[in-house]
């Protein structure tokens, strides 16, 4: 039998599973990365990119807050990551030594790229935004918190460490393209809280390796990744996803064997 819930998803164009696309929902709910989600070390298993994707634009447009209704989604998964909450804080506070506030300055974001990368309303929204995630990170980060140095999980510590990762980035290499920027910190943060040293490797070594530069530091990033991941369909799977994000050509075949 159809449930309610099942036509309004069929209504949606959604014909998945009920249990997959609520799972894909309670985990954008929680603020995790679309790759996260179906291609991740923690992805949802079964879960295509497509998929993923469609349900996302649904999740931001607000066609999906039913959901929220009906279904009983609690701190509960959150409570589950608590024995995480002082390797939490410890990311935060060294994301914040990483990008200190005093890089958080209309002369200092209009200094990259010697003031050619950005002009005066981005340099502003970028500090609005800065300053609307440190709001969000005071209210959460208690004295308590710090006397315990542990935080709990808050909806918006994902783009409060984005934020800061994208100024360390960016103020180390200047010359970086930004969608390939945005996805690097993206996968970096997304390592960092789920503890997957790789999944940080794969997105800090897209900036270390200046992909952008040429064949050679492509050639060089995908030698990075061979030494991470050892299986080769693996390898190749994981190569073939972050070319189609990065839009810049990698391959297997240029490692050196």
């Not at 990365?33 to 996302?56: D, E, F, N, Q």
């Not at 910190?185 to 997304?190: A, F, K, P, Q």
Request: aromatic letters at 10%; proline letters at 4%.
């Amino acid at each position: 039998m159809i449930t309610r819930t099942q036509l309004k998803l069929r209504s949606l164009g959604l014909r998945a599973s009920e249990e997959k696309l609520i799972a894909i929902y309670d985990r954008l709910r929680r603020n995790n990365s679309l790759y996260s989600i179906y291609a991740g070390r923690h992805k949802l298993p079964t879960v295509s990119k497509g998929l993923v994707t469609k349900v996302s634009r649904l999740f931001s447009s607000g066609k999906l807050d039913f959901l929220r209704y009906e279904y009983q989604f609690s701190s509960s998964s959150h409570q589950l990551d608590d024995h995480f909450s002082k390797q939490r804080y410890a990311i935060v506070q060294e994301a914040e030594k990483l990008a200190p506030v005093s890089l958080f300055t209309i002369q200092n974001i209009m200094s990259l790229s010697n003031g050619t990368r950005y002009d005066d309303i981005y340099a502003c929204t970028l500090l609005n935004d800065y300053d609307l995630q440190v709001s969000y990170r005071n209210k959460i980060m208690t004295p308590d918190c710090q006397e315990s140095e542990s935080i709990p999980h808050f909806p918006q510590l994902e783009g409060y460490l984005q934020i800061l990762y994208r100024m360390y980035y960016e103020s180390q290499f200047p010359h970086s393209p930004i969608p390939l920027l945005r996805v690097a910190v993206g996968l970096v943060v997304e390592g960092k809280l789920t503890a997957d040293a790789i999944t940080y490797a794969i997105g800090n070594n897209l900036i270390r390796y200046a992909v952008w530069k040429g064949p050679l530091n492509c050639t060089a990033y995908v030698q990075s990744l061979r030494i991470l991941i050892r299986n080769k369909s693996s390898l190749e799977k994981t190569v073939a996803e972050i070319s189609q994000l990065i839009r810049i050509p990698l391959t297997v075949t240029e490692v050196h064997e």
